[in-house]
């Protein structure tokens, strides 16, 4: 004959999470939804940016203020240099959710290497934009621009150097590989805020077709 579970019995089964794994990837994690929220609103921050360029440019006789427009170079080849991080960006993440650590470590050094490349062509950009961030409203919101993007590499990059030191060094869990591929997933943010922005900046003070 057999017995009857207890209720204690049955409460102990239901509340057993011992076989439930300690940490998920993508909208399984919580810190995807908190880097998403990031995203949401850094991304406000930039379209308020940009629809003040544009409310300036409408309201101003002559655009840029007395000012040429910004040189095309550096500002097209750092365009260039964020495109190409998107693979070491893309293949770190990949290995992060295999929980692959020899190839987490070499993608994510080789997609650090683009980030101190991308800053160093950024100080490049700064000075060829052709105006001071104190001439006019022109200097002040391209600086602001150019500024507020430049923040958030400078904020990822160093997210991403803490991860690459603890990924060598270690101790590592499973958390550190989410990490990874959340701090992969806010590039993509960073790469795709730069692209409507450096329209604006580079193009955006070139006359218009008629």
């Not at 998920?24 to 850094?42: D, K, N, Q, V, Y």
């Not at 379209?47 to 097209?76: E, V």
């Not at 934009?129 to 993007?149: C, E, F, K, P, Q």
């Not at 993509?188 to 006359?207: D, E, T």
Request: proline content about 6%; glycine content about 6%.
């Amino acid at each position: 004959m057999t017995t009857a579970a207890t209720p204690a019995s049955r409460s102990d089964a239901t509340l057993d999470v011992s076989g439930l794994p300690s940490f998920r990837f993508s909208h399984h994690s919580p810190m995807w939804w908190g880097t998403l929220g990031m995203i949401a609103i850094e991304g406000t921050v930039f379209a308020l940016a940009i629809a003040s360029y544009f409310y300036l440019r409408m309201h101003s006789n002559t655009w840029p203020m007395f000012a040429l427009p910004p040189d095309l170079f550096w500002g097209t080849l750092n365009t260039a240099v964020m495109l190409g991080s998107l693979v070491p960006n893309q293949l770190a993440k990949s290995a992060s959710e295999r929980l692959d650590l020899p190839a987490v470590r070499l993608w994510l050094s080789v997609a650090l290497v683009f980030a101190f490349l991308f800053l160093g062509v950024r100080v490049m950009e700064f000075a060829s934009l052709n105006v001071r961030w104190d001439s006019n409203a022109y200097g002040s919101i391209v600086w602001t621009l150019l500024g507020l993007h430049t923040t958030h590499l400078i904020t990822d990059t160093i997210d991403t150097t803490v991860l690459d030191v603890l990924f060598f060094t270690g101790p590592l869990d499973g958390r550190r590989f989410v990490d990874v591929s959340e701090n992969c997933f806010y590039w993509y943010f960073v790469v795709g805020s730069w692209l409507p922005i450096y329209l604006v900046i580079y193009w955006g003070a070139r006359p218009w077709p008629s």
